[in-house]
């Protein structure tokens, strides 16, 4: 969605900013549908009692995220305030989160594996997923005052 939105933006500015308003409300659902996802996994792995499972290939995905991520949300987070563009700056939270999330899993697995504390990732989970959903609210916001 935001590919095309910059593309249209060389083709017509005016359509550009519909897009942009699209876009930008697209991303936001992404983030309050990401948001609710992490409660309903969190509360349901707290009430089962259920502690993180680990992979070679999960812990190696997280790690090539927390190399990646950051680097990709920095890039994504400039070019939005250039462009004065919430779809994109709502992207780029999503990566954030994307790469807090990976952390939070690493540092989850760590905390199971030496102290026993299985809740700690499902903890972290539900605390993500009020700043995502939080920015979703606010990328909603903005794009209502997209002209």
């Given at each position: 969605?935001?590919?095309?939105?910059?593309?249209?933006?060389?083709?017509?500015?005016?359509?550009?900013?519909?897009?942009?308003?699209?876009?930008?409300?697209?991303?936001?659902?992404?983030?309050?549908?990401?948001?609710?996802?992490?409660?309903?996994?969190?509360?349901?792995?707290?009430?089962?009692r259920v502690?993180?499972?680990?992979?070679?290939?999960?812990?190696?995905?997280?790690?090539?995220?927390?190399?990646?991520?950051?680097?990709?949300?920095v890039v994504k987070l400039r070019l939005a305030a250039r462009l004065d563009s919430p779809g994109l700056h709502g992207d780029g939270v999503l990566t954030v989160a994307g790469a807090v999330l990976a952390s939070a899993v690493l540092i989850g697995l760590l905390l199971d594996r030496s102290l026993g504390w299985w809740w700690c990732d499902p903890v972290a989970a539900l605390l993500i997923s009020v700043l995502v959903g939080g920015e979703g609210g606010r990328t909603l916001v903005a794009s209502r005052r997209i002209a």
């Amino acid at each position: 969605m935001l590919v095309w939105r910059f593309r249209v933006q060389v083709e017509d500015p005016r359509r550009a900013l519909r897009v942009e308003r699209a876009a930008a409300r697209l991303v936001a659902a992404v983030l309050v549908i990401v948001s609710l996802t992490l409660v309903v996994e969190s509360v349901r792995s707290l009430s089962d009692r259920v502690g993180p499972d680990s992979s070679a290939i999960g812990v190696s995905i997280a790690i090539a995220s927390l190399v990646v991520l950051p680097v990709l949300a920095v890039v994504k987070l400039r070019l939005a305030a250039r462009l004065d563009s919430p779809g994109l700056h709502g992207d780029g939270v999503l990566t954030v989160a994307g790469a807090v999330l990976a952390s939070a899993v690493l540092i989850g697995l760590l905390l199971d594996r030496s102290l026993g504390w299985w809740w700690c990732d499902p903890v972290a989970a539900l605390l993500i997923s009020v700043l995502v959903g939080g920015e979703g609210g606010r990328t909603l916001v903005a794009s209502r005052r997209i002209a």
